[in-house]
């Protein structure tokens, strides 16, 4: 995957599945039957080519519903009965955890630069932004490091700065947690345990695989070096720069190897020694920022909120996808339609510019390409899968 294009403005998805004619029923449940009898309720269709899921049909996010591939409300027979359908389109999101540095440097302006605002108000607007406008696209989490406070006395890498706490559990359309969660949270912690914190996070996207075969990322935003090796729940942790750089490469390189590749943000970080040490958690983590010339930054700079909403936004929008699961199979795999804002989607074999499915099963549909390039930057993007039936060709 490769960073990146325009940022996360995302799609509200509306699945329509037509098929052949529809008899009347229930609200998202209108059933067939075999000798074309009419039914009675709310949710009908009349003729045509199909039934259209009733707004008010079974659904999961507001999608989907029961509808039948068979019979008409004015009559027929069991020969052009493909049998009854149920179908939810729901678009597979990505979920990112964002690990957000809340030690107390932040507090200060970035170093050696002219700006005069602290790190903490260049960033945390930012964040908050881009959390709210992908909340749809994305499932986001957040875990906050150090989980002491100086405030309180704590010494630097002391025992408890890093555990297995998680602030707010990733979850759909959680944003505005995310977002709560965020401004209640005071820069005031101390020490640098990044590495510790990683490993946390890599724990954490680990017992989630279970649930669903989502990717999963990291964003680390942080403002500078690491300091802590081997912190714990019950034991401190060594207190050092050098070795804790080190230290927290290697977790964020144990992270991309395990399949959880890590986003880097930096800000306020001109400082040389800083910009190494960020560079190469960025590298590790195999999603880097443009560093092909020497002289550039291999993590998202932080220093300029305007840049910085749009890196991020940059970041979500490669990080979405333009995959959609069917809950059922086709009943004509080779008859199916798909239209973008009521544009047609050519079907494309060659996953390069259309559709095409994404499993043996034919139950999952990916889009690819200018379309898929379409679907990520609309915040209004419609999708409409068409089912056909062997008599009644939708293509």
């Known amino acids: 995957m490769t960073a990146l294009s325009s940022f996360w403005k995302w799609m509200a998805v509306a699945g329509s599945l037509v098929a052949c004619s529809a008899s009347s029923g229930p609200s998202g449940e209108a059933v067939g039957d075999d000798d074309g009898a009419s039914g009675s309720g709310n949710g009908s269709s009349t ?16 999608i989907g519903g029961t509808i039948p591939i068979s019979g008409n409300n004015t009559g027929g027979s069991a020969a052009n009965e493909c049998g009854v359908q149920t179908f939810m389109l729901q678009r597979k999101p990505a979920e990112v955890l964002l690990v957000l540095d809340r030690s107390a440097s932040m507090k200060d302006p970035p170093e050696m630069t ?76 101390d020490g640098t345990p990044t590495g510790d914190v990683m490993k946390q996070a890599v724990a954490y996207l680990q017992s989630r695989e279970s ?8 964003l680390l935003a942080t403002d500078g070096e690491p300091s802590c090796v081997n912190v714990t729940e019950t034991s401190a942790g060594q207190e050092g720069s050098a070795q804790a750089r080190t230290y927290a490469t290697a977790a964020v390189t144990a992270a991309a190897d395990a399949g959880f590749h890590t986003f880097v943000v930096g800000v306020g970080t001109n400082k040389e020694s800083a910009k190494l040490s960020l560079n190469d958690l960025a590298i590790a983590g195999r999603e880097p920022a443009s560093c092909a010339n020497p002289l550039d930054d291999c993590f998202y700079l932080g220093n300029n909120r305007e840049k910085l909403t749009a890196d991020l936004l940059g970041i979500a929008t490669n990080i979405a996808t333009c995959v959609f699961t069917l809950t059922a199979r086709p009943p004509d795999p080779d008859n ?9 989607v050519e079907r494309d074999p060659a996953r390069a510019n259309g559709w095409e ?17 379409a679907i990520k930057s609309s915040s209004a993007a419609n999708v409409d899968i068409v089912f056909g039936c062997p008599d009644i060709d939708v293509r």
């Open 114 to 189: 002219t700006e005069t605002q602290p790190k903490w108000a260049l960033i945390i607007p930012a964040l908050v932004e881009v959390v709210q406008a992908t909340g749809a696209a994305l499932s986001w989490g957040l875990k906050v490091y150090p989980e002491d406070s100086d405030e309180e006395g704590d010494a630097a890498c002391a025992a408890g700065s890093v555990t297995d706490a998680i602030d707010v559990e990733i979850a759909e359309n959680n944003a505005e947690a995310v977002v709560a969660e965020i401004n209640a949270t005071i820069d005031g912690g």
């Open 357 to 373: 499915y994404q499993d043996a099963g034919q139950s999952v549909i990916e889009v690819h390409g200018a379309a898929c390039d």
């Open 47 to 62: 003729g045509g080519t199909g039934g259209v899921i009733p707004s008010g049909g079974t659904s999961t996010g507001g």
């Open 211 to 218: 649930l669903n075969d989502y990717n999963r990322y990291v």
């Open 336 to 344: 199916v339609r798909v239209t973008l804002d009521s544009d047609k």
